[in-house]
């Protein structure tokens, strides 16, 4: 099996046989050929193949150690939580009750699964009362584990630098800001009074949206089969599903009624020319629009397509404006800063927003920890199948106290 750092050799020579096919016709002053176009298109294809495979080992490779740490840490006992079960005992409880549901539990197992029941917000009970029917349960710290590592695999803006804030339940949360920029020290002259200058402030709230995984169902002989690790089959599949439903939101979101979305509150720092292209004065533009306060921690998030044409791009020097990175877990820069493709985003249309720029911190993302798992054993009996519903409460706002920390491109009117 190839090593990441192979892989990146490996893909840093086939960006360099793309780059010599543009060099090759911008020396002969033409367009590419046919051939040449096909040849290029291949060639990137594999390049960016090579990019998810090796940020997929390289992911792997970290939310491995995290759960290792997590597995591997001693149990210790809270205050006033004599007899509580071991995450050994939880886990065993767990699995047993995917498999088998409330009848197929040992006496202590049950007693471990209720209290699991016990543990959930009155209003997450409340979407099964009957725990032996409708079965909801609060997850184990270890699924809720694996299913944050998908989500994050798989959510897009989450890739970025995002702030992402747990809280242990989801009532409304105020976060202030603060807008001083426009306020400087002052030069003062001998017995004159300091002048006042108070900032102006302002408050975001941050709800509690929930979001459901919808329907998993599963088959009697799938969940009977030992073989299979079931556990990690469901939190793949809950946590990939969740994981598209919240990303969308998280980027797109009105904000009213739904998590505000981090291109909908981005600032429009920069309008094309034209409704279906990009050019380097157009991400140069983008780049200075954006507060130099800003700009040491900011990165990209732009669509699959307006990467493919930033790819093509060279600056007035002849330089590409997209590299790949080639240490191991260095990113691939576009005019220097890290990127994120999100397929949430617009592509190269009208009034579309492909690119946005600036400090994913700003941007933040509430996780209402405690992710419910219902179990649906009778509904689907007669084709011998059990049904999975998984429900997780998230929300997410720009913080932004009025110097667009997030700036966004937008493409020509039609």
Not at 100 to 122: C, H, S
Not at 170 to 193: F, I, K, Q, R, S
Not at 374 to 403: C, I, K, M, N
Request: hydrophobic share 40%; no cysteine; charged share 25%.
């Amino acid at each position: 099996m190839q090593t990441v750092l192979e892989l990146r050799r490996q893909r840093a020579a086939l960006v360099e046989q793309a780059r010599a096919i543009l060099e090759t016709a911008e020396r002969e002053n033409r367009d590419l050929s046919g051939e040449e176009r096909e040849k290029w298109d291949r060639i990137m294809a594999d390049v960016d193949a090579l990019k998810e495979r090796i940020d997929r080992m390289e992911a792997l490779a970290a939310h491995e150690e995290d759960l290792r740490r997590l597995t591997s840490a001693p149990e210790r006992p809270e205050p006033g939580h004599a007899g509580r079960p071991t995450q050994d005992e939880e886990r065993e409880a767990f699995r047993a009750w995917l498999r088998y549901g409330m009848a197929g539990l040992t006496p202590e197992q049950r007693a471990v699964m209720q209290r699991r029941y016990a543990e959930l917000p009155p209003e997450q009970r409340a979407l099964g009362e009957a725990t032996g029917a409708a079965g909801g349960f609060l997850v184990p710290e270890q699924f809720q584990a694996q299913i944050e590592t998908a989500m994050q695999a798989y959510g897009g803006i989450r890739q970025t630098r995002v702030t992402v804030v747990p809280t242990t339940n989801g009532d409304p949360m105020p976060w202030p800001t603060a807008n001083d920029v426009a306020e400087a020290g002052e030069l003062l002259a001998e017995g004159t009074a300091v002048a006042e200058a108070d900032p102006s402030y302002g408050q975001v709230t941050v709800g509690a949206y929930t979001f459901s995984s919808k329907l998993v169902r599963v088959s009697v002989q799938l969940l009977q089969d030992s073989a299979i690790d079931i556990e990690a089959w469901l939190a793949q599949r809950l946590g990939e599903r969740l994981a598209r439903g919240t990303s969308r939101y998280f980027t797109t979101g009105t904000g009213s009624g739904q998590p505000q979305g981090v291109v909908t509150a981005a600032h429009v720092g920069h309008t094309a020319a034209t409704t279906n292209a990009i050019t380097y004065d157009d991400l140069v533009q983008l780049q200075a629009s954006l507060d130099a306060a800003y700009d040491t921690n900011a990165q990209w998030m732009l669509s699959k397509p307006a990467l493919v044409a930033i790819k093509q791009l060279k600056d007035n020097q002849g330089r590409p404006l997209w590299l790949p990175g080639l240490a191991m877990r260095e990113p691939d820069t576009i005019l220097g800063k890290p990127y994120v493709v999100s397929a949430e985003m617009d592509g190269l249309v009208a009034n579309g927003k492909p690119v946005i720029y600036g400090d994913f911190s700003k941007f933040l993302i509430r996780d209402v920890r405690g992710v419910t798992l219902l179990r649906l054993q009778e509904r689907y009996a007669e084709y011998l199948q059990v049904g999975f519903l998984a429900f997780s409460r998230h929300d997410s706002r720009l913080l932004d106290a009025g110097t667009h920390p997030i700036v966004a491109f937008q493409m020509a009117a039609a």
